[in-house]
């Protein structure tokens, strides 16, 4: 905070003085003698702020390559003199501030043997030549490649070109991917396996997980949604549901139980929604039980559920779905499943 004040009045001063000079309200009156005096106060706060900005590039530098991470003398072996100095180095003199911390990952990724020999040199260069945009870029392709993203609306799954710009109309997304090309991360729209380890050697793994940059991953249960009577208020609560599925990050479906089994290789929560034709659900009952399998069945009853029709679904879990809007319903059903 006192770093952002003195940053401030260095500001101020010289801002100060070009307003004065071009006033003429320096002593003298001459814009010569307030050129001077800029010229003057400029060099010498500006240099101590270039100081005090070295200061925290070099501090922020070393916390990156020793965060988390205990640096011995046998894994202080990999990075030689010449790698240290030359990321410092590149580190002092980078444009863009986000990416100074990155330069001290990179040390510590050599450091402890994630960087091979083979590699480090290219890496090095790379991140000196990619903007902070491009990095991010690529750090989101590489999180999309190792988990199921959950898009902004429908089903499916964001990929990992969606990351690299490849469908933006924006022209500096195109540049970033341009640059990405060039640089060889990217090749055949996709992350290289030179770039996937450009991001190991840059971002922690907590840097690397879904909710680092914002994006949700579909849970691994999927909700099959059941009945003999899609229409009427059975499709829209079976419709609510799905919409309720949704924003849990599920995928869900809607339909009437399969005469045929067909194989599941996901995990599914399976609900029967019921209401007035009971004898469909009891004509179609080895149907049911068959896409069911051994997994629970849970049947969300929007009637009057006889005894009879219990004892034709002994194990099921069953749920009154009398006036309980969708989500709470949605969280009695995982409840009543474990999940």
């Not at 003199?81 to 030359?86: F, I, K, L, M, W």
């Not at 399976?270 to 049911?288: M, Q, Y």
């Not at 194990?315 to 809007?325: E, K, S, Y």
Request: glycine share 6%; net charge negative.
């Amino acid at each position: 905070m006192t770093q952002d004040k003195d940053n401030s009045k260095i500001i101020s001063s010289i801002a100060g003085s070009v307003t004065k000079a071009g006033l003429g309200l320096v002593p003298g009156g001459s814009v010569a003698v307030g050129i001077y005096e800029l010229l003057s106060l400029g060099v010498e706060q500006m240099a101590e702020y270039m100081e005090r900005r070295a200061q925290r590039r070099c501090e922020e530098f070393h916390e990156r390559l020793v965060a988390g991470e205990k640096l011995d003398d046998f894994t202080a072996e990999n990075l030689d003199v010449e790698d240290y100095h030359a990321l410092l180095c590149a580190c002092l003199s980078e444009i863009e501030s986000e990416k100074a911390g990155f330069y001290g990952a990179m040390a510590s990724a050599i450091a402890l043997g994630k960087v091979s020999n083979r590699e480090k040199r290219f890496l090095m260069l790379a991140l000196k030549e990619l903007s902070h945009a491009q990095l991010q870029m690529a750090r989101k392709a590489y999180i999309a490649k190792r988990h199921s993203l959950k898009p902004h609306q429908g089903g499916g799954q964001r990929e990992e070109r969606e990351f690299l710009g490849l469908s933006s109309t924006d022209e500096i997304e195109q540049l970033n991917h341009e640059s990405l090309v060039a640089a060889k991360i990217v090749r055949e729209n996709k992350l290289a396996p030179i770039g996937e380890a450009l991001v190991r050697a840059c971002f922690t793994e907590n840097e690397l997980t879904p909710s680092s940059i914002g994006e949700s991953v579909w849970n691994p249960v999927r909700l099959n949604i059941l009945s003999f009577e899609l229409a009427g208020r059975v499709q829209t609560l079976a419709i609510h549901l799905s919409d309720a599925a949704w924003h849990k990050n599920m995928h869900s479906s809607i339909h009437r139980p399969q005469a045929h089994g067909v194989l599941q290789p996901y995990d599914r929560l399976h609900v029967l929604i019921i209401d007035e034709d009971v004898n469909s659900v009891i004509k179609g009952k080895e149907a049911l039980l068959r896409e069911v399998g051994k997994r629970t069945l849970v049947v969300v009853a929007l009637c009057e559920v006889s005894e009879e029709l219990r004892v034709e679904l002994p194990t099921a879990v069953w749920v009154d779905a009398h006036h309980l809007p969708a989500t709470e319903l949605l969280q009695r059903i995982l409840v009543a499943v474990g999940h």
